[in-house]
């Protein structure tokens, strides 16, 4: 199961120098078990954007890690690209395993994809079918960039907010992976056109 969708920044200041990451959007499945089970609702609530940001976090190292493990310069991703399918093509990605207790209780896997200055992970369970795992990732991320132009300048991903919600419902609802074959694609294609241009 997938228990957690976030899209956040990784890029660097204009100086070269380390930015904050920010988290631009996140999405949770399920309930994890809480350490504490009469926790007020707020500090669950906080506790919940926390584990979310530490995410955040090591997704933007472990691109970061990658770009410079390749040769890649950082000032390079500052720039929107010319074309949103290339971008996906050249797109970073990486795994990386959460140990127990850092930040959630139980041990997860993240699939992670790094394009341009954004990045989108899926908080998965360590035992889930990674490759089912990666091919949904890219397939969200590959109608995220077609349907609403999220790399393009002046892209304000956080107004779109409830759109995301609907790609994401289409390829993971409730957290689930799909096996998925051309004719299912070709279906939510359609749903999406309609659903989305309203």
């Given at each position: 199961m997938v228990h957690a969708f976030l899209i956040n920044t990784l890029s660097?200041?204009?100086?070269?120098?380390?930015?904050l990451c920010r988290v631009l959007y996140s999405q949770t499945f399920g309930s994890e078990r809480s350490e504490s089970r009469n926790k007020d609702p707020e500090e669950e609530r906080c506790y919940r954007k926390e584990q979310i940001f530490a995410v955040a976090r090591q997704v933007k190292s472990a691109c970061t890690l990658s770009r410079q493990a390749m040769g890649k310069s950082l000032s390079a991703f500052a720039f929107p690209p010319s074309d949103e399918v290339v971008a996906l093509q050249e797109a970073d990605f990486g795994v990386f395993r959460l140990p127990p207790g850092d930040p959630f209780s139980e041990s997860k896997t993240v699939l992670w994809l790094g394009i341009q200055s954004v990045g989108f992970a899926l908080v998965c369970d360590p035992y889930e079918n990674l490759m089912l795992a990666e091919n949904s990732l890219k397939m969200i991320v590959r109608y995220l960039l077609e349907y609403l132009r999220l790399l393009s300048q002046g892209s304000d991903i956080m107004l779109k907010a409830d759109k995301i919600e609907i790609i994401l419902n289409k390829f993971l609802p409730c957290g689930q992976l799909l096996f998925i074959n051309h004719r299912f694609v070709y279906s939510i294609e359609r749903?999406?056109?309609i659903c989305i241009s309203k």
């Open positions: 660097c200041s204009t100086g070269g120098t380390e930015s749903e999406l056109n």
